[in-house]
Structure formats: C-alpha cells, structure tokens
C-alpha cells in the first residue's frame, strides 16, 4: 500500500513563494524523488529532482528559483519555490523512483494545485 502525502499547494501572487512537501509510504529501496508538473495544454514535465545521493536536477525554466531537498530517513521531498511567475501554475506530481531486483519504476502521487496569479 503505497501512500503519498503531498501539501503545500495553493494560490499566491507572482514574485511570491510556496513550499510543496511530499512525504511517501509503502515504498522500499527509492533512490530519487522529485516534482513534476503539468499544465493544461502541455506535456508534463521534470520540474526537479534529488537522488539519494543528493544530485539533484534542475528544469532550466526553474533553475535560481526552485530548490528540491530530500531527507531520506523520512523519505520526504521538499520544493521551495521562490519568485513564482504564472507560467508555473500547474498540477504538481510528487515522484518516487525505486530499484528493487534489477526492477526500476515509478510511484507518483496524486497532485496538488499550484496557481500564480494576481
């Protein structure tokens, strides 16, 4: 029984910030986690994500705004997201990667709203 629980989600004004927090259950052996989202009319995409490991990787349209944080023990995602603009409203999936026995895959939570307007 795989459980994610995102947050964090809401309305704000441009230029402002928000924090999306992912804390996931039932899932043994992930090795990265990370935020995707996706807008009406567009595909989704990697907003970013953190192995392990702690290399992390970045959408050029989010990099010196955005940072991802992971604390492992807990297995939760942070996304501290500063100077929102509009173009970053969209459906924000929480991701969990795993290995387990040569077997990699994909666990993804179900979304949580990001709206950036005046």
């Known amino acids: 029984q795989v459980q994610f629980v995102e947050s964090g989600g809401g309305l704000v004004q441009p230029g402002g910030s928000l924090k999306l927090s992912c804390a996931v259950s039932?899932?043994?052996?992930?090795?990265?986690m990370g935020w995707y989202r996706q807008a009406p009319g567009k595909q989704r995409e990697l907003v970013a994500s953190?192995?392990?490991?702690?290399?992390?990787n970045y959408a050029d349209s989010v990099k010196g705004r955005f940072t991802i944080s992971r604390d492992n023990a807990k297995n939760t995602v942070s996304l501290e997201m500063n100077s929102l603009k509009p173009e970053d409203t969209a459906l924000y999936y929480c991701n969990a990667k795993y290995w387990r026995a040569y077997v990699s895959g994909d666990y993804w939570g179900q979304g949580t709203q990001v709206t950036v307007s005046s």
């Open positions: 953190i192995t392990s490991g702690g290399a992390t």
């Open positions: 039932g899932i043994v052996n992930i090795i990265a």
